[in-house]
């Protein structure tokens, strides 16, 4: 029974032998090892290299790509020419004769007024009354020769003058009035016509000249509306 038992251990003890003989011993003193596995490491994000600037210098140069020849050139087809045509004119506006006259364009309603010429109001003159002083006379006849050679300040002078002499005389208060129109001083115009026409008293001539002369006044200044309630004062005298 001892017999059969050895003879079944033997293979298992062969076996083992092999084994033990294939495998190195451990070193002494060592404890066995565990292999430990590594884990990957993670890849860093790609960054874009960023280009390397000139080296700064008194003289900083910078480098170009060699033209490669004329072989690189492209040659555009040759442009088809333009030929400017002449302006059409507007439909609504008929082509012109030869030898006529030029058409006459109508005006926009929408054209500023400020572009219209405002109407003007003739100013008359006024003759000299009967019974004036001859200082006076001659003081007229001077200011009017300064007046006709465009010396309109001698003229102012000289009407002045004769103001003085005699005050109360419309005519000449109107006379002076007209020479301050010339002078394009408006107000002043307007001032003295209007005292002219109280110093007129019966003679409504001489009023409807001293109102129509304060409408030009008036227009003068930019006052259309109180230029045509002067016109229409003006000819209130009228048939009187």
């Not at 100013?123 to 007229?140: F, K, N, R």
Request: one cysteine or more; a positive charge.
């Amino acid at each position: 029974m001892k017999n059969k038992c050895l003879l079944a251990l033997v293979p298992f003890l062969l076996l083992g032998a092999g084994c033990s003989s294939v495998a190195e011993p451990p070193v002494s003193g060592s404890s066995p090892t565990k292999k430990i596995a590594k884990k990957p490491a993670a890849k860093a994000p790609a960054t874009a290299v960023a280009p390397k600037k000139p080296a700064a210098g008194p003289n900083p140069t910078a480098t170009y790509a060699i033209d490669s020849g004329p072989g690189s050139v492209k040659v555009e087809p040759n442009l088809p020419a333009f030929r400017a045509e002449p302006l059409m004119p507007p439909a609504d506006v008929p082509p012109a004769q030869p030898g006529a006259a030029a058409p006459v364009v109508p005006v926009n309603p929408t054209t500023p007024l400020a572009t219209v010429p405002a109407p003007r109001y003739a100013v008359e003159d006024a003759a000299i009354p009967s019974g004036t002083p001859p200082a006076v006379l001659a003081l007229l006849s001077e200011a009017d020769r300064s007046r006709n050679s465009g010396d309109l300040d001698a003229a102012v002078v000289v009407m002045e003058r004769a103001l003085r002499i005699d005050a109360r005389n419309p005519t000449l208060t109107y006379k002076l009035a007209q020479l301050r129109l010339k002078q394009n001083k408006p107000q002043l115009a307007e001032e003295l016509a209007g005292k002219a026409a109280l110093l007129a008293g019966s003679n409504l001539d001489l009023k409807r000249k001293s109102w129509m002369l304060i409408a030009e006044a008036r227009n003068m200044q930019q006052n259309p509306q109180g230029a045509k309630q002067a016109k229409a004062k003006a000819e209130s005298f009228f048939g009187h």
